[in-house]
């Protein structure tokens, strides 16, 4: 099992109810945490399905990183940050 972080910003985190949760992981993936999200998470399945078939605008990041690819591997403690883009005028 591998924990990790995710953190919800802005809208997001009322969607997901929560602004931080741990995550315990059996198959530590950014693919697997995503399924888990989408289904653990009714107020952002539509969002996850979105980012797991490539067609969100949300903002994946892994330590402060945008991950080339949902592959990649997880490791214990990492953290996991969704957030919208952001705009501005």
Do not use: C
Request: neutral net charge; without cysteine.
């Amino acid at each position: 099992m591998v924990k990790v972080r995710v953190k919800y910003f802005l809208w997001l985190a009322d969607k997901a109810g929560t602004s931080l949760e741990e995550v315990s992981l059996t198959n530590p993936s950014l693919f697997s945490l995503m399924e888990h999200l989408k289904a653990s998470r009714p107020g952002l399945s539509k969002i996850i399905e979105n980012i797991l078939q490539g067609k969100s605008e949300i903002i994946v990041l892994v330590n402060n990183i945008s991950p080339k690819t949902l592959n990649l591997e997880l490791k214990e403690g990492d953290e996991v940050v969704l957030m919208p883009p952001v705009s501005g005028g």
